[in-house]
């Protein structure tokens, strides 16, 4: 039936699907329409597996709601079953880069839906097709003697697009795991692929003289600036060698970052010119100087962009720059500060070794707030444009922005005070997430962990005893879930850590909240399942206080997906030093935390 239902299906059917993929899915710019279209009149069948791959995304898409052509099309579902079962056989055939393509697809998928292991293996599975391809090629002496390495100039422009998405997604799914990346870049530069082609390039097929050229001119992607500042046309491009530091990261953290052996000996402090900290940031604020300034935000706007044709890549391409620098700045920031915490760097075991220059944890407070804020900003414009993106990855985007303005909005004074904005920048990633997980399974987890984090720094910041002396080591899990990209629900350890630490553990069994039942359904609106929160408080005093009463407001005001405005006295109450009972908020002083 799914067959006959590709085969039949029109040409406005498959070009509005296509052009949907084509603008929600930067990291995957690897669908050539017109050579795509003249393969399916060809009637291949791994044609016909990456079509049903990308409709299976496609119609998971919000942008489709109420879209007349969407109606011709199966469930998602439908064109998944299809597409691994297709799969199943075609990936021992000889090699095509229909099949690499549908199984990138698939690899972003599996991920979204949480189903991590089938992530990894699609994508090393693509990798390795996509290698033999290559190598059928370029290879002085192929395995099969019988193929043709000639290809036209498109054709070497969708199997570059290619080669580059297998980077891009084993970087990506890489990150949050102890997996080590599969395809480095040295290996790209080893088998002289070709630099990731500018859009216009990807379109009509690199000139002569590019393809003669080779790697060479990649060599802005490892450690050179490239030439000319790079445009919006050369934002796959931009995507490659940000995703490579993104890896770099992500590998930081997830290696303990600065408990890692020696991380805190004084050469490797954050600030010192040499510490992996210190590289890796100089590496991205390279690769940020290397792109045109009008691709820079917030001094350009998302709506400038969607003129162009661009909104999606310029959202996605800021959207990395301002999780990158989130997450670094992050690693070094308390855990659980209190509510006259200043910017400061970690205060338990193992603490730096050195002191900071004078001034650099303010300005590194700075950056690590105001990337929060960029990115809950460029979520809500690209909203408001009708553009928005729903891959995984933003969503971890939208997930760590949240978290942060949580963060900032409990504990003000680690930003001091120049987070005016926290309460709204947090409404305006929760709608994001709300919207989200209706698409991607992965957010029902991302939403618990935040629910999680709020009960942890309200009770903090209502009671700056309850938690003091307590270390990170005592929230060891919900930290570990707060930077997970490949984040689980951990609900039942996040609760028995949080009242284990805060002293209302009283030898019983901690109740976990249980989203299963007839009262309780993930699939609710997010206000919902607040509701059901409150209302099934349990005697440890937990579920009633399970999300910020300011938060509670603000969701109930904006029915969950739209506007509505925030309670006005309670943020101005906030922005002047005045707390939520009307008391003056504690003088700042430096050495009053909780350990980190």
């Keep these: 039936m799914v067959d006959q239902h590709l085969d039949n299906m029109s040409a406005g059917t498959l070009l509005k699907g296509l052009n949907v993929f084509t603008n929600k899915f930067p990291e995957l710019g690897i669908l050539h329409i017109p050579a795509f279209q003249k393969d399916l009149q060809s009637n291949y069948q791994s044609t016909r597996t990456l079509l049903a791959a990308m409709l299976a995304v496609v119609k998971m898409q919000p942008v489709l709601v109420n879209q007349d052509w969407a109606v011709h099309l199966l469930s998602s579902e439908a064109y998944l079953d299809y597409t691994k079962a297709k799969l199943a056989d075609e990936i021992l055939r000889p090699p095509r880069i229909h099949t690499v393509q549908a199984l990138l697809i698939m690899t972003l998928h599996e991920w979204g839906s949480c189903g991590f292991h089938q992530a990894w293996i699609y994508c090393g599975i693509a990798t390795r097709v996509m290698q033999a391809i290559h190598s059928q090629r370029v290879a002085p002496y192929p395995l099969d003697p019988t193929a043709d390495g000639s290809k036209d100039a498109v054709s070497l422009a969708i199997e570059n697009r290619a080669f580059?998405?297998?980077?891009?997604?084993?970087?990506?799914?890489?990150?949050?795991?102890?997996?080590?990346?599969?395809l480095p870049m040295s290996e790209m530069v080893k088998l002289k692929v070709m630099r990731p082609l500018s859009t216009v390039e990807f379109a009509f097929g690199p000139d002569a003289n590019l393809i003669t050229m080779g790697f060479e001119r990649s060599t802005p992607l490892l450690d050179q600036q490239p030439e000319e500042p790079l445009i919006i046309a050369h934002g796959f491009e931009i995507l490659v060698s940000g995703f490579d530091i993104w890896a770099q990261v992500m590998t930081f953290i997830f290696n303990d970052g600065r408990r890692a052996p020696g991380m805190c000996a004084p050469e490797n402090c954050p600030w010192v010119s040499g510490s992996p900290w210190y590289r890796t940031q100089s590496q991205l604020r390279a690769w940020r100087a290397g792109q045109h300034h009008r691709l820079h935000y917030p001094s350009n706007s998302v709506a400038i962009h969607m003129s162009l044709g661009y909104g999606e890549s310029f959202t996605y391409i800021n959207l990395l720059y301002y999780v990158c620098t989130l997450m670094l700045h992050r690693e070094y920031f308390p855990f659980l500060p209190t509510t006259v915490s200043a910017p400061r760097g970690p205060v338990d075991h193992p603490t730096l070794e050195a002191e900071a220059p004078l001034g650099w944890w303010e300005e590194s407070a700075r950056e690590l707030f105001e990337a929060a804020e960029r990115i809950a900003d460029l979520l809500h414009e690209a909203g408001e444009c009708g553009i928005a993106l729903a891959t995984p990855f933003v969503g971890f985007c939208a997930f760590s922005a949240a978290y942060m303005n949580l963060y900032v909005y409990r504990f003000p004074q680690m930003n001091i005070g120049r987070s005016t904005r926290a309460d709204e920048l947090m409404k305006m990633c929760l709608d994001y997430l709300e919207e989200f997980r209706g698409v991607?399974?992965?957010?029902?987890a991302w939403i618990k962990t935040l629910k999680y984090a709020s009960l942890l720094y309200e009770r903090a910041a209502d009671d700056r005893g309850q938690y003091l002396g307590k270390t990170?080591?005592?929230?060891?899990?919900?930290?570990?879930?707060?930077?997970?990209?490949?984040?689980?629900?951990r609900s039942d350890q996040h609760i028995q850590e949080i009242e284990g630490a805060g002293g209302r553990d009283d030898g019983r069994p901690v109740e976990p909240l249980s989203f299963e039942g007839d009262s309780m359904h993930l699939d609710m609106p997010l206000p919902d399942i607040l509701?059901?929160?409150?209302?099934?408080?349990c005697e440890q005093g937990a579920w009633s206080?399970?999300?910020?009463?300011?938060?509670?407001?603000?969701?109930?005001?904006?029915?969950?997906?739209g506007g509505g405005d925030v309670d006005t006295a309670t943020r101005q109450n906030?922005?002047?030093?005045?707390?939520?009972?009307?008391?003056?908020?504690?003088?700042?002083?430096?050495?009053?935390a909780y350990n980190d």
């Design 164 to 182: 580059w998405a297998c980077f891009i997604m084993d970087r990506m799914i890489s990150s949050g795991t102890y997996n080590p990346p599969m």
């Design 440 to 444: 991607w399974k992965i957010g029902d």
């Design 472 to 489: 990170r080591d005592d929230f060891n899990i919900l930290h570990q879930s707060i930077h997970e990209f490949r984040v689980l629900d």
């Design 531 to 537: 509701t059901d929160l409150t209302n099934s408080a």
């Design 545 to 561: 206080q399970w999300w910020p009463a300011e938060f509670g407001l603000i969701l109930d005001q904006g029915g969950g997906g």
């Design 574 to 592: 906030h922005n002047s030093g005045v707390s939520d009972t009307g008391h003056q908020l504690p003088t700042v002083h430096p050495s009053d």
